[in-house]
């Protein structure tokens, strides 16, 4: 409710890699009870925070399901790295703020809780 949806535009596709790479990668090896949440929420008066926030297996048990599964010559996803580039090039070409960090998230004795990514863009990305 703080942001102004009619204002804040956020580049087309941009959170898609990160969303489907919770639902596929993250959330459909797990078991129990499987939970998404994109976030949406202002950090101060120029720069707003999208958060993808999954409680998946997390990232290492996925890689290694994925290189255990791992067919020669198969698609290699490169969605992650293009919005990355695609945040880079806005902070660079526009001068607007554009970042993303990966968190892996970890209990207490180190197992994984999930991953959580968190977009911090500008109120004013054309």
């Known amino acids: 409710p703080e942001l102004d949806t009619e204002e804040i535009m956020i580049p087309s596709m941009l959170l898609q890699p ?3 790479n919770a639902l596929w990668h993250g959330l459909m090896h797990k078991e129990g009870e499987r939970n998404l949440a994109i976030r949406f929420y202002p ?7 999208a958060e993808v926030d999954d409680n ?3 990232r290492e048990k996925a890689a290694a399901i994925r290189k255990a599964k791992a067919i020669p010559g198969a698609h290699q996803s490169k ?3 293009i919005s990355t580039e695609r945040l880079r ?3 660079m070409e526009q ?3 554009a970042t993303v960090e990966i968190i892996d998230k970890k209990g207490p004795d180190g197992e994984s809780l999930g991953t959580r990514v968190v977009f911090e ?3 004013y990305l054309n």
Request: charged share 15%.
């Open 121 to 123: 863009l500008s109120l």
């Open 95 to 97: 001068d607007q703020h």
């Open 89 to 91: 090039l806005i902070h």
């Open 56 to 58: 998946g297996i997390g």
């Open 79 to 81: 969605g992650i790295a």
């Open 18 to 20: 990160f969303v489907e």
């Open 43 to 49: 950090l101060n008066d120029e720069i707003f925070i």
